[in-house]
């Protein structure tokens, strides 16, 4: 199974924000395509595009500028191009994504690609005992403050980080 990820903007932005990042780049092999770098670096003065910033300068995760076949998901899908290039490379290269976008999930759900959201990665690391249930509580109630989630997708993530099953 591979470690490598292909991130889009919206879950790699939410990780930094929840200071969680370096924490998924020391365990993945985190791949940003050229349109979701551009897409995040065009707020420079942000704390999250800092963080993200200085792990590419430590090389902990990778930009890639390939060509991807892309366009279908723009069109298809209605996604911006962040989404759709982040899509394209993880079908291309047989990666996972890693997307909190609605309809990039659903893409990703008919073309077989398997996904995961920044709660997902915070639940791993909290199963792993990278951290503690008390601090992925915390970092859940951030989440929910910065991120798009309804209700019985928190309460679930609650449950699954106090070591209950899934929903």
């Known amino acids: 199974m591979t470690k490598q990820w292909i991130f889009d903007a919206s ?14 780049a020391l365990a993945k092999i985190i791949i940003l395509p050229e349109a979701v770098w551009k897409e995040i670096n065009q707020k420079k003065e942000a704390y999250d595009t800092q963080i993200i910033e200085q792990l ?24 911006g191009k962040g989404e759709s290039e982040a899509l394209a490379l993880a079908h291309q290269q047989k990666a996972k994504l890693a997307t909190d976008d609605l309809r990039a ?34 970092k859940l109630q951030k989440l929910e403050k910065y991120g ?10 609650k449950k699954r980080i106090e070591g209950g099953q899934y929903g």
């Open 105 to 138: 999930i659903k893409a990703s759900k008919v073309f077989n690609i398997p996904f995961a959201t920044a709660i997902h990665f915070l639940i791993d690391l909290t199963n792993q005992g990278v951290i503690s249930k008390e601090i992925a509580k915390e």
């Open 11 to 24: 879950t790699i932005i939410l990780l930094a924000k929840i200071t969680l990042l370096r924490n998924v």
């Open 56 to 79: 590419i300068s430590e090389k902990m995760i990778r930009t890639a500028s390939e060509k991807t076949q892309s366009l279908i998901f723009e069109k298809e899908f209605g996604l």
């Open 148 to 157: 798009r989630y309804g209700g019985m997708m928190l309460q679930d993530a």
